[in-house]
């Protein structure tokens, strides 16, 4: 079986596997897991709009009426945490763009429109003007959290880039492309590699400096950081047509690709000192495999077929060392790190790579439903 077939064989055994599980998860949401099975927990973190964001994929490529259902039925908890206010960071981006965008675009669903646009309206209100970015974590103007932002949140922008074509209001494409910039300039180093997160002034906006928080150390490479840099520099580039965006996710592509191991499955950090531990991240190269195949798609100077076969390569690794085949499994791929410092997810299924992994299969074949571009 050569590389394409096997990338359409692992496509069908993945649909097959998520028809066969996601009712046993109710209204629950799948995070990490263990042992075959997924850890389930309420709609209270970061992670829940990517179980909506799969169920939509698959039902994107299936049309199993079930599978719509199913996340239907998981949008009113997503309401509840903007009435409710729960943990609300710059992540509304991921949460709604992979919920209630998702099933606005799959059903013409008005009320689902509705609430994707009020988490942009939420998300919008996080854009600091002093410094230009939109802040991470924290209340806004917090003490400890108001000046930071996090390479993460290019993956946000979509939410707001959207919003502002869907409503016509230039606030939320300007704040979305100021933050871009600002990424671009300070989190991107001048090697292609990212900073986690990084600090400015909140009266003044002046640039204080890198400062990791799930990277080995502050001028380390986290990689599932510089995944998200490949991935949202490329969606940025798709929304505003800068070129600079578009070089920046090449940039960022590049050096992802140079810094991985000989295997191809990324540590959890790319420049680990040898006394380090060397856990796999399975999730980050399944998102910088979707993020390469966004490069393949846009006019990147002749290079098109070079990322095509980056992302092919990266999931040809996925199938080779992270694939689940135990019969029984719930989750698609293994060996994610989500947060090593903690001993969160270390090695462990993880539902974000899971995402990324079945949306780039389906990119592969030309039949992804696009939750994060125009």
Same mark, same amino acid.
């Given at each position: ?6 990338? @359409?064989?692992?496509? *069908? ?73 729960? &943990? ?21 669903? *008005? ?52 919003? %502002? ?11 979305? +492309? ?10 991107? /180093? ?11 002034? +909140? ?20 990689? /599932? ?17 800068? +070129? ?10 590049? /050096? ?8 191809? @499955?990324?540590?959890?950090?790319? /420049? ?43 999931? *040809?690794?996925?199938? %080779? &060392? ?53």
């Amino acid at each position: 079986m050569n590389s394409r077939e096997r990338l @359409v064989a692992a496509l *069908d055994a993945s649909l097959e596997r998520i028809s066969q599980y996601h009712r046993t998860f109710g209204a629950r949401f799948p995070t990490m897991g263990k042992m075959g099975l997924y850890q389930l927990a309420p709609n209270d973190n970061w992670l829940a709009g990517f179980w909506t964001g799969l169920l939509w994929l698959a039902y994107g490529a299936t049309e199993d009426e079930d599978l719509c259902a199913h996340a239907r039925e998981l949008l009113p908890s997503f309401q509840e945490r903007l009435d409710y206010r729960i &943990h609300i960071t710059h992540d509304l981006g991921f949460l709604f763009s992979l919920s209630a965008r998702a099933q606005w675009q799959c059903t013409a669903d *008005d009320p689902a429109r509705v609430l994707a646009l009020r988490a942009a309206e939420e998300l919008v209100q996080r854009f600091r003007d002093p410094g230009c970015y939109i802040q991470a974590w924290g209340e806004i103007a917090d003490p400890e959290e108001g000046g930071r932002t996090i390479i993460d949140a290019m993956m946000n922008l979509s939410l707001l880039f959207w919003a %502002s074509r869907e409503t016509g209001d230039p606030r939320y494409q300007q704040s979305a +492309q100021q933050h871009a910039e600002t990424s671009r300039r300070w989190l991107l /180093r001048p090697d292609g590699a990212s900073y986690h997160t990084y600090f400015f002034d +909140q009266e003044s906006g002046k640039p204080l400096g890198p400062r990791t928080h799930q990277g080995y150390a502050d001028d380390s490479l986290w990689a /599932r950081g510089q995944a998200w840099a490949v991935h949202g520099f490329a969606v940025a580039a798709e929304w505003c047509q800068e +070129q600079r965006f578009l070089d920046a996710s090449q940039l960022a592509a590049e /050096r992802f690709m140079a810094e991985l191991p000989a295997d191809g @499955v990324p540590t959890w950090d790319l /420049r680990l000192p040898s006394n380090a531990p060397r856990y796999r991240d399975s999730s980050a190269a399944a998102i910088a495999a979707a993020g390469m195949l966004r490069l393949a798609q846009l006019d990147a100077g002749g290079r098109e077929a070079e990322y095509l076969g980056w992302a092919q390569g990266l999931l *040809d690794s996925l199938l %080779s &060392h992270c694939f689940e085949t135990y019969p029984g499994a719930q989750y698609l791929l293994r060996n994610a790190t989500v947060h090593a410092h903690k001993g969160w997810g270390v090695e462990e299924p993880f539902i974000c790579g899971d995402y990324f992994f079945l949306e780039a299969l389906l990119m592969l074949q030309g039949r992804a439903p696009d939750f994060w571009g125009p």
